[in-house]
């Protein structure tokens, strides 16, 4: 079982004109970037979708246990519907997507309120606005950790940039990369892609065939793997390198 750390990447969260406040409830924590302090709302609308996930559970239990997809049924709907379908795009179960999925919802109702925001829930991003953004990569105790970092330009967002890991934190991951980074509009699919991919890779010999998959995804804009030295990139994504460890 992999050991559970301090989320210590919050610390590299900044960005220019945004407020920083943290929501949480049950096992969702969510640490936000607006133009204004929006707490209230934010737990509101995490309440909201955190809700409407529970009370699906409570009549489909295999929603919150199954490891593989399940059938989209007209019960499905908003963010369970979403979800699901994520899960069956990636061929992973639907919580596998729950983190990525919170994060765009929560972030889409606070647009309403704020031209600029960011949510990050669990590593899992989504970003809304027009100004320029640069993501860091957090990859655990790789010699790459806090050296590379997503360039994002106002015409890429609204954006989702969810990360897996074999090696930190205590998401469920059959493999062993220290990160895979998925960017993708869609906020469940980057989660639920960045689990299946990761899943995939025990070693760096194991890049090519997580690359390959990602590349017959449809809404899947750009990866990057980390494993122990080594890295993979594919796709329409800039990067630059950096120092803030």
């Known amino acids: 079982m992999k050991e559970y750390i301090e989320r210590k990447y919050r610390r590299w969260m900044g ?6 406040f943290q929501v949480s409830e049950e096992e969702s924590d969510l ?13 509101k609308s995490l309440h909201i979708h955190r809700n409407a996930i529970k009370s699906y559970i409570e009549k489909e239990p295999k929603f919150k246990f199954s490891l593989n997809p399940l059938p989209i049924t007209s019960n499905m709907k908003g963010i369970v519907k979403e979800m699901a379908e994520a899960a069956v795009t990636m061929g992973v179960g639907p919580m596998a997507s729950v983190a990525g999925a919170i994060a765009e919802w929560v972030a889409r109702d606070l647009a309403k309120y704020s031209e600029e925001v ?3 829930n669990g590593g899992d991003i989504y970003l809304i606005g027009e100004k320029r953004r640069k993501v860091a990569i957090f ?3 790789s010699i ?3 050296k590379l970092a997503i360039n994002l330009s106002p015409n890429s967002l609204p954006v989702a940039i969810a990360t897996s890991s074999g090696t930190v934190g205590p998401s469920l991951s059959f493999g062993k990369a220290d990160a895979v980074v998925v960017v993708s509009p869609g906020g469940a699919l980057a989660d639920a892609a960045a689990t299946a991919l990761g899943n995939i890779v025990n070693n760096p010999e194991d890049f090519e065939k997580a ?3 990602a590349k017959n995804i449809n809404g899947i804009k750009g990866v990057i793997i980390i494993c122990k030295e080594k890295i993979a990139l594919w796709g329409d994504i800039n990067i630059s390198f950096i120092n803030i460890n």
Request: net charge negative; no cysteine; proline share 0%.
């Open 15 to 20: 960005g220019e004109g945004l407020i920083y």
């Open 31 to 43: 640490y936000i970037g607006a133009i204004r302090d929006l707490s209230d709302i934010a737990s």
């Open 118 to 120: 960011i949510v990050e």
């Open 139 to 141: 990859a655990g105790e």
């Open 144 to 146: 790459i950790s806090g």
């Open 211 to 213: 690359i390959a998959k």
